[in-house]
C-alpha cells in the first residue's frame, strides 16, 4: 500500500522555523521526483518546491526563495521541507507529491497544516 505521510506542520510566529517531513512507503522512493505543494484556504493548490530524484535539482516558487529548502534522503523513504522566516502568507495546507518521471504515475499525502500567526 503506497503511504505519502506528512509531519512537522503546527502554529508559529511571524518570522519562526518549521520543518515539515514527508516519509513514503510502498514505493521506490528513489525513483520518484518529489514536491511540496500548499494550499490556503479559496486559494488552488500551488507548487511551492521540488527534487530530482538523486536531490540535485531543486526548484522553489519565487515567494520562498531564499526562506524554504527542499531535501530529501533517499536512504530513509524521507523528503523535507526546512521553512525560515515564516510570514502569514505561508499559512496553508502543505501537500507532499511524488511522480515517477516515465510513467507519471503519481501518490498525494494527507497534508499538514502550518499557521503563521500575526
Known amino acids: 500500500q503506497v503511504q505519502l505521510v506528512e509531519s512537522g506542520g503546527g502554529s508559529v510566529q511571524i518570522g519562526g522555523s518549521l520543518r515539515l517531513s514527508c516519509v513514503g512507503s510502498g514505493f521506490t522512493f528513489s525513483n520518484y521526483a518529489m514536491s511540496w505543494y500548499r494550499q490556503a484556504p479559496g486559494k488552488e493548490r500551488q507548487l511551492v518546491a521540488r527534487?530530482?530524484?538523486?536531490?540535485?535539482?531543486?526548484n522553489y516558487v519565487d515567494s520562498v526563495k531564499g526562506r524554504f529548502t527542499i531535501s530529501r534522503d533517499n536512504d530513509k523513504n524521507i523528503m523535507y521541507l526546512r521553512m525560515n522566516s515564516l510570514k502569514p502568507e505561508d499559512t496553508a495546507v502543505y501537500y507532499c507529491y511524488a511522480i515517477e518521471p516515465r510513467s507519471r504515475l503519481d501518490y498525494w499525502g494527507q497534508g499538514t497544516q502550518v499557521t503563521v500567526q500575526v
Open positions: 527534487i530530482s530524484t538523486a536531490g540535485g535539482t531543486t
